[in-house]
C-alpha cells in the first residue's frame, strides 16, 4: 500500500512540473507583446488575410509556433517577418508572450 502511494505522489507531482513547463507571467508578456501589436493587434484579433489571429490560441499553441519559428522550423509566408520576431525571445520570453496571448 505505501508503494502505491509513494507512486501516486510521484505522478502527482511529475503531472504539476509538466503543467509548470510552460507556465509564464502575463504581465510580462503584455509588455513584450508591445512589439507584435501593428501585425496581430491589441486583442489579438490580427489583420485578416495578411496578419492571423491569435485570439483563441493556448498557451501551449503559442510556445510550439513561437519556438518554431525561432528555430526557422516553419515553412510559411509568414516566416519571412516572423523568423527574425523569434529569434530574439528566449524561452521565458516565450512563455511570458504565451500566457498573455492566452488571456484574449
Known amino acids: 500500500m505505501k508503494s502505491v502511494m509513494m507512486i501516486g505522489a510521484a505522478a502527482l ?3 504539476t ?7 509564464g507571467d ?3 508578456g503584455k509588455t513584450a507583446y508591445n512589439t507584435c501589436l501593428s501585425c496581430h493587434g ?3 484579433q490580427g489583420v ?3 496578419f492571423p489571429a491569435l485570439k483563441g490560441m493556448s498557451a501551449e499553441e503559442v510556445v510550439t509556433l513561437l ?3 525561432r528555430a ?9 517577418l516572423m523568423v527574425p520576431n523569434a529569434t530574439g525571445l528566449s524561452d521565458d520570453d516565450i512563455n511570458n ?3 498573455y496571448i492566452a488571456t484574449f
Do not use: I, R
Not at 512540473?17 to 507556465?23: D, E, G, K, S
Open 67 to 69: 519556438k518554431a519559428y
Open 17 to 23: 512540473a509538466v503543467a509548470n513547463v510552460h507556465a
Open 97 to 99: 508572450l504565451a500566457a
Open 48 to 50: 485578416p488575410p495578411t
Open 13 to 15: 507531482l511529475s503531472l
Open 72 to 80: 526557422n522550423e516553419v515553412d510559411s509566408p509568414m516566416a519571412g
Open 42 to 44: 491589441a486583442q489579438g
Open 26 to 28: 502575463p504581465a510580462l
